[in-house]
């Protein structure tokens, strides 16, 4: 959205949500093959954007759709955010060891703040599919 005129972001966004909610990596395709038509000659520089982050975007297309929304999420930049406070406030640490300790609790912390997305137990089924080798071990 950083390269779209704020006055247009609601016309937009449509065009960009359909992208990233596709189905699969060909869907992207499509969709931002139909953005690029639409919005192409207004704003030349999303469309690039996209492919040029596409080898980081397809692996994200090997989950379902329920786990993607789990990872689209805010909380991993919320407790980037929590973590760079604390340590930005400490300026240096006397060991690694305290450096952990003091990550280890602002994480804990952090997740008491969380609130839990509407479709976790989609994406816990999907994740007992996916990882049953993991999951299994961790339920034990």
Do not use: C
């Amino acid at each position: 959205m950083a390269f779209v005129s704020w006055k247009d972001r609601k016309q937009v966004m449509p065009g960009l949500k359909a992208i990233y909610r596709a189905e699969s990596a060909e869907a992207v395709v499509s969709q931002l093959d139909a953005f690029e038509a639409e919005w192409g000659s207004r704003y030349p520089a999303v469309a690039p954007a996209w492919r040029r982050a596409w080898e980081h975007m397809v692996p994200m297309f090997a989950f379902p759709p329920a786990i993607r929304k789990m990872i689209y999420t805010n909380t991993l930049e919320s407790l980037h955010r929590s973590l760079r406070k604390i340590i930005k406030t400490r300026g240096s640490f006397p060991s690694d060891e305290a450096a952990a300790k003091l990550l280890y609790l602002a994480i804990r912390n952090a997740g008491m703040r969380w609130n839990r997305p509407v479709d976790w137990t989609a994406a816990m089924g999907q994740f007992a599919i996916l990882f049953e080798d993991r999951f299994s071990a961790s339920a034990r």
